[in-house]
RNA sequence: GGAGCCGUAGUUCAGUUGGUUAGAACGCCAGCCUGUCACGUUGGAGGUCGCGGGUUCGAGCCCCGUCGGCUCCGCCA
């Protein structure tokens, strides 16, 4: 027997076709006389029927099929009655009558059901991931990895299209400390040395770019030793792209077009040919954080100025300490319980946020006494402060403020989580909605307040702004003014969508000085450069055209086209919170004699 | 490294204030059934209440520890 069509494609049209179909036994619904069964492949389900009266050894042999059997039918298309269509299948218009049925393999009874109704009623995870194989022939599942598929061709296209080559770069290289933890791979032939799997193909991307091949794009797997979140794998999957002789608005250009063809082509979404830039700091001033999701407004709203005479001694503190106090505003949300206000409290707690204050703005009634506002901060800042503070905020009758104060970096970080919170449990989303975002000009610094040392914020190879480079020569040449470090902006964006970074980038130092000069901002003596990228020093001295570039995430772009919110949604083999595949029992132990052989010795 | 939620039949869940024999639905097994598509129907099997300890006359329920899953903070240049 050989397969004629998919179980996705026989409609009226093929009415009276004699046909073969393969697949698994999704459902099986007996009436003694016949059968009907609902035959599975990756293109959808047919039902196909088997009669004792017309097909008497088929109908004996479907007697002993179960859930997941894997049989072939031999059969003709009939047209189903007017009454008995299923306008839920895509081939329900029709049926198969079964003349021939080989069970072409059978199958132990599933340790969980592959056909329920509704997610909700979906085996625990833990289960579904130790049988994945199971789990991946869900409709669903099938759906997203064949999107991301799609995805990535679609992105070969495009750079194809534009003249990019692809590289492949190696998976074992070295390590180098700075960064993520890196997964370490012991050498045989040189024992006791490692190589290091690739965070990013950073380096070597850029050296492409020495090496003369003007566009390089590459679908690279990346590894990072890192703790997991919903979004966050182990190793996932960037489009890593590089080009010479461009600014920053022609990478851009390069980001916004990657982006459209794959959204249009995969998921039919338009998203407009020129992305709206914003600088991070208004990013985070406006929203607290550095990918904003602008689907929804709620901006943030500074209350500092309104307070700056306060005598309320925590709020007084924080303006003295340079410190700000600042406010989203909930609309219609002037009722919220005390036992609503404590949760969001908690929720910015664990942003480091010491209180959450609250004023609520009723609607006006015919008494006074139920129209005034509350607060939570009422008795210590009284009525007028108060007024002044809804007046700011914005706030009309219904709404409820809420309210943060403390080091910038923790408003920002409560508050940008908080808005995003309330937009969830409020459901002001709208989930048809694609809002997309160039963030711009990322401070080139990070200042590690422990060690009081400046980090590189992308990456040691980021090009400050020129507008900048004064302020970080002096920086670096006068130790009295090593924190101007924390005001220079760097030629680094991020591509967001939906409050996703799903793209980041820099235009990279290619003059040697600057370099050496960014090494010494980073606490790097030039030994301990050249030690660690020696040779990308030396590549750098021999003629570097200016490059920049961006990594575009593949899981998470495939999350918006699938409108999940978990990566393990659109990854085949994914592994646990805790880094393990519960497939396959991974990571495991090796025998003592491979270690012996790569001189490793594990320590209890 | 830290926090929260969850863990009861193969699966999803219920299980009152600690009280006798731990239930339901789906699935599974055996029958019946001529139009189902969440088929119907009759009967049946199926439990280390994650694991270990404690409190108690008595623990699925309370306490301590531990393991696993998910989520978040830290971390992720």
Redesign the pocket.
Known sequence: MERTHTCGELRGSDVGEQVVLMGWVA??????????I?LRDREGVT?V?V?E?TAEQAHAKA?NI??EFVIAIKGNV?A??E????T??AT?DI?V?VSELLVLNDAA?????L???GS????????R?KYRYLDLRRPQLQHNIRTRAKAVKAIREYFDTQGFIEIETPILLKS?P????DFIVPSRIHTGKFFALP??P??LKQITMIAGFDKYYQIARCF?D???????QPEFTQLDMEMSFVNREQVYREMEGMFNHVMKTVGNIDLPSEWPRMTYAEAMRRFGSDKPDLRFGMELQDLSEDLKDTDFAPFADTLGKGGEIKCIVVKGKADYSRKQTDELQEFVK???ASALAWIKVPVRTGSDSDSAPTSSLMKVLGEETIGRLIKTSGAVEGDAVLIVAGRKSVVA?SLG?LRQEVARRENLIDRTKYECLIVTEFPMF?H?EETDEY????????SPMDEDLEMFKTAVNNPSQKHLLGKVRAKAYDAVINGYECAGGSIRIHQKDIQALNFQALGLSPEKARERFGFFLDALEYGTPPHGGFAAGIERTCMILCGT????DVMAF?????A?D?MMDSPGEVDAAQLDELGVKVVE
Do not use: C, M, W
Not at 27 to 36: A, P, S, W
Not at 226 to 232: F, G, H
Not at 455 to 462: C, E, K, N
């Open positions: 459902k099986k619904r007996d009436f003694g006389v016949f059968t009907f609902d039902q029927v009669s009266e007697k179960r859930g009939v189903r009655d009454n008995a269509r299923n839920k299948l329900g049926e009558k009874v599933p340790p969980f059901q056909e329920v109704a909700e009623n979906l085996a625990a995870e833990d289960t991931l180098t700075e960064g993520a933890r965070q990013s950073q380096i990072r890192e703790d997991l979140r919903a979004d966050r664990r942003y480091g970080a989580a990070e590690d980090v590189a914020a992308h990456h040691p190879f980021t919110e978990n990566i393990r994914p592994k646990t919170a805790s393990q519960l």
